[in-house]
């Protein structure tokens, strides 16, 4: 159990680039979640899979935002055509049920 | 929109002494979480609490589920310097079929001099 992996943990982008996030989770966790982190602030929530199914978005995802699963495994967060107010750090947690137990260590996003 | 209210915002403290902090909603949970973040790294849940009243206890931690359940409490008892960090409440609406969403808090960050 090597805990949840993210990749890149730092990128640093000019504005209106579009970038990419991978989330590795802990095996067989069938759940899978990201959120978004400022600073001074506590972690928002931006979308849940159960296994590839997406299931839940919020209102803060604009259409921008896209999120896959493709296999139940790993996940991927795109931002297309980024804008300053997107940098953040961005998390992703796995869990078995219930709720998120394990948080990933983040990818910080800067945008320039 | 729901919001909890995280407080204090940060605390200094001697090693050894107690601590106790504590979040209030605006809305009713169902579920009430405690996570703790070290720089650089991701939350990592300390307590989950499930019914009104709850006190659980996880070492030094203790976190209790108000009564009203629109708050929730946590204790460390008899600090040390790798309590240093950004404690969260977080709380869950969590019914069959319904949202997976948990609402944070903005951190209580809790300094510990040895």
């Known amino acids: 159990d090597t805990g949840v992996s993210q990749d890149p943990r730092h990128k640093i982008t000019k504005r209106g680039q579009n970038v990419t996030f991978r989330c590795d989770p802990i095996?067989?966790?069938?759940?899978l979640y990201w959120y978004r982190q400022t600073l001074g602030q506590g972690p928002e929530f931006l979308t849940y899979?159960?296994?590839?199914?997406?299931?839940?978005k919020s209102r803060l995802l604009s259409d921008r935002f896209s999120a896959e699963r493709p296999k139940g495994s790993f996940s991927t967060l795109e931002i297309q055509r980024t804008e300053q107010g997107d940098s953040a750090m961005y998390l992703c947690?796995?869990?078995?049920?219930?709720?998120?137990?394990?948080f990933g260590a983040g990818t910080r996003l800067s945008v320039l | 929109g729901q919001q909890l209210n995280q407080s204090p915002q940060s605390m200094f403290i001697q090693e050894g002494e107690d601590v106790s902090m504590n979040c209030t909603s605006s809305?009713?949970?169902?579920?009430w979480l405690w996570y703790k973040q070290d720089p650089g790294e991701g939350p990592v849940l300390l307590i989950a609490?499930?019914?009104?009243?709850e006190l659980t206890s996880n070492g030094r931690l203790t976190a209790q589920f108000g009564i009203t359940r629109k708050d929730s409490f946590l204790n460390i008892s008899a600090s040390i310097p790798s309590d240093v960090g950004i404690y969260f409440c977080?709380?869950?609406?969590?019914?069959?079929?319904?949202?997976?969403?948990?609402?944070f808090g903005k951190g209580t960050k809790l300094t510990v001099n040895p």
């Open positions: 947690a796995s869990s078995k049920g219930g709720h998120p137990a394990n």
């Open positions: 095996s067989e966790h069938n759940r």
């Open positions: 899979f159960q296994n590839e199914a997406q299931l839940e």
């Open positions: 809305s009713i949970f169902n579920t």
């Open positions: 609490l499930y019914k009104a009243g």
């Open positions: 977080a709380g869950r609406w969590a019914v069959q079929g319904g949202s997976e969403k948990l609402v």
